[in-house]
C-alpha cells in the first residue's frame, strides 16, 4: 500500500497544494506554524474520515471556505486507489473510492491505513483511560474493518440506556424495569464480546511491545500491558445488576468497556505515576510501533507511516534507537529542525509560508 500523490483544496491552511510522495520516505520540512501537519492530517483524513489532532470536520476547512476537498491516489495490493473526500461545514461529507460514491463513512474503513506517530502520544502514557481505549479500539479496526460494527453497537446501545436512566429521574418503575432488563441484556452482549476482543489484541499486542520498548529505549526492563476489567470475573450482566442503583442515581451507565483501562507497567510499577518522563515517550513510541507491526501482519499490508515532528521530543539516544527500528514501507515525515542521523529520504518537501516551494 502506498501514496503517490495528494492534492488539497481550501483544506486547512492551503488554498491548494498538490504534493508528490516518494515510494520511501518523503520528508516535510520547514519551521513552525507552516502547515507540515497539515498535510499528514490530510493524508490521515483519507484513511479514517477523522482528525488525528481531534479537531472537528469544520475546523478542518480553510476559513472563509464552504468545503474542502482532499484528494489522494496511489496503489493498493497492486491496484490503482483514488480516495476523494469533501468536508462540508454545513451538511454531510461526501467520499468517493476509485469514482464511487460512499453511501457509510465506514465503507472507506481499510481502503487506506496509517499510523500516525507524533508527540502527543505520550497521553497513551500519561493520559486517562478513555485514550488507552481508544488506541486499542482503533488498532482492532485497523487490523480488522468489520470489527467496527462492535463499537457501533456499543455506542448506539450506551446512548438508548443512559437516555432511559436520564429520563428515569432516579426512579425504577415498571416500565422503566422492563425496558432497562432489555438495553442492560444488549449492553451485556455487545461488552462481552468487545472486552473479549481487546483482550486478544492486548495479548498480541505485548510481544511485541516489549521488544519494541527495548528497541527504542535500549534497555531490558519488562513491560507488561495487561486488560482486565474489574467486571470480567462476574461477567457484564451480573455487574450491570449490582450496579443498577448507582446508575439510576448517577442518570449514567457506570459500569461496562466505555470505562475499562489498560494496565500498562514497567518493571512491575504502573507506568503513568512511576516512569520518567524519558521512560514514558520510549512506551508511547514502543506502543505504536507494536500496533503498526500487529496491523501490518494482520492485514496484509503495511500501513503508512505519518511522522509528526517526533524526533524533537527525543533525546539523541532515543532518536538514534526509532531511527534504526523503523519498519520498511512507506513513511512521511514532518521536521523543523532537519534530517535525524540515519535517515534518508527519497523526497525532500519544504514548506515556507502555508507553501509547498
Not at 476509485?98 to 465506514?106: D, I, S, V
Not at 432516579?170 to 422503566?176: A, E, I, S, Y
Request: charged share 25%; net charge negative; hydrophobic share 45%.
Amino acid at each position: 500500500m502506498r501514496l503517490e500523490h495528494l492534492w488539497l483544496t481550501d483544506f486547512r491552511s492551503y488554498p491548494s497544494a498538490e504534493l508528490h510522495l516518494d515510494e520511501g520516505l518523503t520528508a516535510i520540512v520547514g519551521d513552525n506554524g507552516q502547515g507540515k501537519t497539515n498535510l499528514l492530517e490530510a493524508i490521515a483524513f483519507l484513511a479514517t474520515l477523522s482528525s488525528f489532532r481531534g479537531a472537528p470536520g469544520e475546523a478542518l476547512v480553510r476559513a472563509g471556505s464552504s468545503q474542502a476537498i482532499v484528494r489522494a491516489e496511489g496503489q493498493r495490493d497492486g491496484r490503482s486507489l483514488l480516495i476523494e473526500a469533501e468536508i462540508n461545514v454545513t451538511g454531510r461529507n461526501r467520499v468517493q473510492v476509485n469514482k464511487q460514491r460512499l453511501q457509510r463513512a465506514r465503507d472507506l474503513l481499510g481502503a487506506l491505513r496509517v499510523s500516525v506517530f507524533s508527540p502527543d502520544d505520550l497521553i497513551l502514557v500519561k493520559g486517562g483511560p478513555g485514550e488507552r481505549r481508544h488506541y486499542l479500539d482503533e488498532a482492532l479496526v485497523a487490523a480488522d474493518p468489520h470489527r467496527d460494527a462492535v463499537l457501533r453497537e456499543l455506542d448506539r446501545v450506551l446512548k438508548q440506556r443512559n437516555a432511559l436512566l436520564r429520563q428515569a429521574g432516579g426512579r425504577l418503575t415498571p416500565d422503566v424495569e422492563i425496558t432497562l432488563d432489555v438495553w442492560d441484556a444488549k449492553l451485556a452482549s455487545v461488552g462481552d464480546e468487545l472486552a473479549r476482543q481487546r483482550s486478544a489484541l492486548v495479548a498480541d499486542l505485548a510481544p511485541r511491545l516489549q521488544e519494541a520498548y527495548q528497541q527504542v529505549a535500549r534497555k531490558p526492563d519488562p513491560v507488561t500491558l495487561l486488560h482486565e476489567p474489574v467486571w470480567a470475573a462476574e461477567g457484564l450482566a451480573a455487574a450491570l445488576a449490582a450496579g443498577r442503583g448507582d446508575d439510576l442515581r448517577r442518570g449514567v451507565s457506570l459500569i461496562g468497556p466505555h470505562r475499562d483501562d489498560v494496565d500498562l507497567r514497567l518493571a512491575g510499577l504502573p507506568a503513568r505515576t512511576h516512569a520518567s518522563q524519558g521512560e514514558q515517550r520510549s512506551l508511547a513510541l514502543a506502543l505504536r510501533l507494536a500496533a503498526h507491526a500487529l496491523v501490518a501482519e494482520a492485514a496484509g499490508s503495511t500501513p503508512i507511516l505519518l511522522l509528526d515532528d517526533v524526533f524533537s521530543e527525543l533525546d539523541p539516544d532515543r532518536s538514534d534507537a526509532l531511527v534504526a527500528c523503523l519498519p520498511a514501507g512507506q513513511s512521511v515525515l514532518t521536521t523543523a529542525a532537519g534530517l535525524p542521523d540515519g535517515i534518508e529520504a527519497g523526497r525532500i518537501v519544504r514548506i515556507r509560508d502555508h507553501q509547498i516551494v
